[in-house]
């Protein structure tokens, strides 16, 4: 149980396109899922807090513009990469809480922007 | 706010040896506390939680650690390492005062050698 998925496991975009990841909760619903990015050899940064229908909560030094998050149902979120950017490329992970205190991890999206 | 700090971004240890990885937190409120495992581009797998009640917790794979709090501490042992433990790990630290985010430490490379 406490499945959480993320599709495309990695993508390779032009610079300047838009890139939509997608994180699924497989076995559960989830009210909230937290999206970070994790640089190499680098520890997990959170961007931001998605509570199903509701805006997302960025952390600071976060753009919202440019990371858009959408929570449209208790098993979906997805993160928009607007106007990627080589400095963009990284180690995108998602994670869904179902209600407790755990969240339950995605394995990940690898992007790079060239 | 909560913070954890992990001691020794490398550790190495020989394949049957104690493995002990680091950890100290700092929390306002009362801390849960988690370990995490991340295998090359993959995602996060959950070792163990302590969320309230016994202080010593076990979880997958063998490990266990101990939440001290006179010591702010929730270090991760496991006691004959196999080859197979060489990964990433994350000590992570959330409260109810944060929405249950996670806020990780930087990580500890374990390096298991024959």
């Known amino acids: 149980g406490a499945v959480v998925s993320q599709h495309p496991s990695r993508v390779i975009c032009k610079s300047g396109t838009s890139v939509k990841i997608e994180c699924r909760s497989l076995?559960?619903?989830?009210?909230?899922m937290f999206w970070y990015r994790q640089f190499p050899k680098k520890s997990l940064m959170l961007m931001a807090t998605?509570?199903?229908?509701?805006?997302?909560?960025?952390e600071q030094g976060v753009e919202k513009d440019k990371f858009l998050i959408n929570h449209a149902s208790l098993t979906l979120s997805t993160l928009t990469v607007t106007s990627a950017h080589p400095e963009d490329s990284s180690f995108y992970i998602c994670?869904?809480?179902?209600?407790?205190?755990?969240?339950?991890f995605g394995p990940g999206t690898r992007l790079l922007v060239l | 706010a909560q913070s954890v700090t992990q001691l020794g971004s490398h550790v190495s240890v020989s394949e049957g040896a104690l493995v002990l990885l680091r950890c100290n937190y700092s929390?306002?409120?009362?801390?849960?506390l988690f370990w995490y495992v991340q295998y090359p581009n993959q995602g996060l797998q959950l070792l163990l939680k302590y969320t309230t009640g016994a202080t010593l917790v076990k979880g997958i794979n063998g490990f266990e650690a101990e939440f001290k709090k006179s010591e702010t501490s929730f270090h991760l042992t496991k006691p004959s390492a196999h080859m197979s433990d060489a990964a990433e790990y994350f000590c992570?630290?959330?409260?109810?005062?944060?929405?249950?985010?996670?806020?990780f430490g930087k990580g500890t490379s374990l390096l298991v050698t024959p």
């Open positions: 992570a630290v959330s409260g109810s005062n944060s929405g249950y985010a996670l806020n």
């Open positions: 998605s509570n199903e229908g509701s805006k997302a909560t960025y």
């Open positions: 994670s869904a809480k179902p209600g407790s205190e755990t969240q339950y």
């Open positions: 929390s306002s409120v009362p801390p849960y």
């Open positions: 076995d559960f619903q989830a009210t909230t």
